[in-house]
């Protein structure tokens, strides 16, 4: 039931296609940020899309004339990076992503190569700047060695003004036809995000949402993490997917405007 949300205090957004779609801000959105910072909440930005560096989130959403600072987010490349740091700390990188999410893997202390000798983990993204010459490399690691493979978000599309663009899981679709390999993924439907985010701010899981667009991605990561998840069918997902779908979220609304009700 909506009214649940009267008791929630983190608010974990995804944004494309539930805050903004494109290069178009949802009217609602700036009054709705407000009215959980006035109730004494916190918002962040939880995004599966690789592709940008929190730096190139903070000006995407400052072109929509939306005050952002570091800490407001959390993303697929932070979450990897700290993966990464957990468990391959000191590793060499080959990164078949942007220069923002190599960039990203570098400030958190990792070196990045396209030297395929030297390559101990495969890290896959959201690649905007993909070239066949990274689909070879990547082929040749996942043929001729047995290193450990990594995908920041398992997304097949990233919504655009158009339509859908190929995002990083259609990619992993393609290596898996060469490799027979699938990648661990970091990113939503995984727990990790809003794990983490709970870690960063303090609060529970009863205090917690999780609201997107995508059953797949934000609604399973809500369910896998044990907080309340929102459907929000301003995005990819239509009321036909969602009566097919065996995963169901805790609440489902026409857009993320009618948290407004109960905030």
Request: aromatic share 10%; net charge negative.
């Amino acid at each position: 039931m909506p009214q649940r949300l009267t008791t929630k205090r983190l608010f974990l957004f995804d944004m494309d296609g539930t805050l903004y779609l494109g290069n178009r801000l949802f009217d609602f959105t700036p009054s709705l940020l407000a009215a959980i910072r006035a109730k004494g909440g916190r918002y962040l930005f939880m995004t599966n899309n690789s592709s940008k560096s929190v730096q190139d989130y903070i000006k995407k959403l400052a072109s929509l004339s939306i005050d952002a600072v570091y800490d407001d987010f959390i993303t697929s490349s932070q979450a990897t990076a700290y993966y990464l740091k957990q468990h391959y700390a000191g590793k060499t990188l080959y990164v078949c992503g942007t220069r923002s999410l190599i960039a990203e893997l570098e400030r958190e202390g990792f070196e990045v190569t396209t030297d395929l000798d030297r390559v101990d983990v495969l890290v896959m993204g959201y690649d905007t700047e993909l070239t066949f010459r990274k689909l070879e490399d990547a082929s040749r690691l996942l043929l001729g060695r047995d290193l450990p493979y990594i995908a920041t978000n398992p997304d097949y599309v990233c919504p655009t003004e158009f339509g859908s663009v190929p995002d990083c899981g259609s990619v992993c679709d393609m290596l898996f036809n060469v490799s027979k390999k699938r990648p661990f993924v970091i990113g939503k439907p995984s727990p990790m995000m809003p794990t983490l985010a709970m870690e960063m701010t303090g609060f529970g899981k009863e205090e917690t949402v999780v609201i997107g667009d995508r059953i797949y991605t934000d609604v399973k990561s809500g369910l896998a993490a044990g907080v309340t998840s929102v459907l929000v069918l301003s995005g990819e997902t239509t009321k036909e997917i969602l009566d097919a779908s065996d995963d169901k979220p805790d609440i489902v609304l026409a857009s993320a405007a009618e948290i407004l009700k109960y905030i």
